[in-house]
């Protein structure tokens, strides 16, 4: 059981450049969100999705996007990458109902120069 | 905005030592939860507390929630150097929306 996958780990991108990174989960879990974590400032949401065909914003959207095809994926897109982008990127799932338990992947470290 | 202010920040002690992690808002949380992170990974749910008032034990971990819902503390009894690592609190402030504090980066030496 892979629980909550991410790629890539790492990625450098110049000013300007997209790019997509991948979020997949096999524990058939409904709501999937997007996070950034910047130092000293905690994690910060960008965007969630609460279904396939459903998403939302968060706390910080702007520049990103999102969709979800499938129950398994919710991929990210910077369209434009810009250097206020460098971060530290967390893709979560959870099951719907319930207490509220979340499962983190490992993370995407991007360098946006 | 930052609603929610963990302290202290840092926390560099010997094994054996207790401590304690603290997590504070004026805001009024649907549950809270207490993660744990280590380099490179990504962030590991120890606990989820719902109710005012909740105290749950983890082994040497012990959480509570304030009776008001609007804060919580981590203690650690007996520290070991295995507990090192970044603890994170984070609030559910609506629907499928959680606030995170900015962490508490614990180093506990043998």
């Known amino acids: 059981n892979a629980g909550v996958t991410q790629t890539p780990k790492f990625q450098v991108l110049k000013t300007g450049q997209s790019m997509t990174l991948q979020c997949a989960q096999d524990?058939?879990?409904?709501?999937m969100s997007w996070y950034r974590q910047d130092p000293g400032m905690g994690l910060r949401l960008i965007h969630y999705s609460v279904g396939a065909g459903i998403t939302d914003q968060g706390e910080v959207p702007n520049g990103y996007n999102v969709s979800r095809s499938t129950t398994e994926d919710f991929p990210l897109r910077l369209l434009s990458a810009a250097p206020s982008q460098t971060s530290v990127y967390f893709c979560?799932?959870?099951?719907?109902?319930?207490?509220?338990?979340?499962?983190f992947g490992a993370g995407t470290r991007l360098s946006v120069l | 905005t930052q609603l929610l202010e963990q302290s202290p920040q840092f926390l560099s002690i010997q094994e054996g030592e207790n401590l304690t992690v603290y997590c504070n808002s004026s805001s009024v949380f649907s549950s809270l939860q207490w993660y744990r992170q280590e380099p490179g990974e990504g962030p590991v749910l120890l606990v989820t507390v719902v109710t005012g008032g909740e105290v749950k034990k983890l082994k040497r971990l012990t959480f509570q929630f304030g009776d008001a819902r609007k804060d919580s503390s981590l203690h650690i009894t007996a520290a070991q150097p295995g507990d090192t690592g970044l603890y994170l609190c984070a609030g559910e402030i609506g629907f499928q929306k959680l606030v995170f504090g900015t962490g508490t980066r614990l180093l506990v030496s043998p």
């Open positions: 979560a799932s959870r099951p719907s109902g319930g207490v509220y338990i979340q499962y």
């Open positions: 524990m058939n879990h409904e709501y």
